[in-house]
């Protein structure tokens, strides 16, 4: 079944109006007249409906049963990840929402070669944020999970440490397995965070900060994963330990 995203100002009472990119893509499904297609407001809440004929740029779809999205995970899980090079970011976004991440943020780190800021930032924002549309759209999400880069390691650090869980990937770590924290805590957790670094990993006083500020420095095994799968490792991690495989 077809699904699209809707901002809440485009449901009424009964239907729901696509327009703009949704109405583009409506086109290029070729979606004729008494199909049934599927519509999320992004925030939980999913509406079967019935298309209706498609008029200049917009149509119309005729509301048949609403219901709370069954397929958000229970845990909100965070991935933070230091910028990597070249299209490594639009890997980890788009593996991520499939994944069930709730939201991914980029931040610089001292081994980072690529770094962001200003208008590339934005742009490159942006581009990321599309590319999380679309995987939630695949992925048949209840939510369009947030992108978002921010400019310094600290501030990613503060925020990462904010969950109920905040995991620090780090590969000088040699004490601390994943699953420890995650067997333990994993049933009951709501909130959780994972840092990753980029191609050249973390510095130690960049791993002494997060620890600082009360994240969990934890190995993900004696292997060295690329920048764009470690991520995707320990959040697969996290959502079979929270019963949300």
């Not at 809707?6 to 949704?22: A, E, K, M």
């Not at 909100?76 to 976004?93: H, L, M, S, W």
């Not at 009360?214 to 993900?220: A, P």
């Not at 799968?229 to 991690?237: R, V």
Request: charged residues 25%; contains cysteine; positive net charge.
């Amino acid at each position: 079944m077809h699904r699209f995203f809707v901002t809440r100002d485009s449901i009424h009472d009964g239907f729901i109006v696509l327009s703009g990119r949704n109405t583009e893509h409506f086109r290029v499904l070729r979606i004729r007249q008494g199909e049934t297609v599927e519509v999320s407001d992004g925030e939980g809440t999913d509406y079967i409906c019935i298309a209706g004929e498609l008029i200049g740029r917009e149509v119309r779809l005729n509301i048949v049963e609403k219901r709370a999205s069954e397929r958000e995970p229970s845990v909100i899980c965070t991935v933070y990840a230091a910028f990597p090079k070249g299209d490594k970011a639009e890997t980890i976004v788009q593996k991520s929402v499939e994944l069930g991440a709730n939201a991914i943020v980029f931040f610089p780190s001292r081994r980072c070669v690529s770094r962001l800021n200003g208008a590339a930032a934005v742009k490159k924002r942006d581009r990321w944020q599309i590319i999380a549309e679309e995987a939630a759209k695949q992925s048949g999400r209840g939510i369009i999970p947030r992108v978002d880069v921010l400019n310094k390691f600290d501030l990613a650090v503060e925020k990462a440490a904010g969950a109920e869980l905040p995991l620090f990937l780090y590969e000088g770590e040699t004490s601390t397995s994943i699953k420890k924290p995650l067997f333990e805590r994993g049933e009951s957790v709501k909130t959780v965070s994972i840092m990753t670094g980029s191609e050249g990993g973390f510095e130690p006083h960049e791993a002494q900060k997060a620890k600082d500020a009360g994240m969990l420095s934890v190995s993900i095994g004696k292997r060295i994963l690329r920048c764009e799968t470690a991520p995707l490792a320990a959040l697969s991690a996290v959502m079979l330990c929270t019963n949300n495989f």
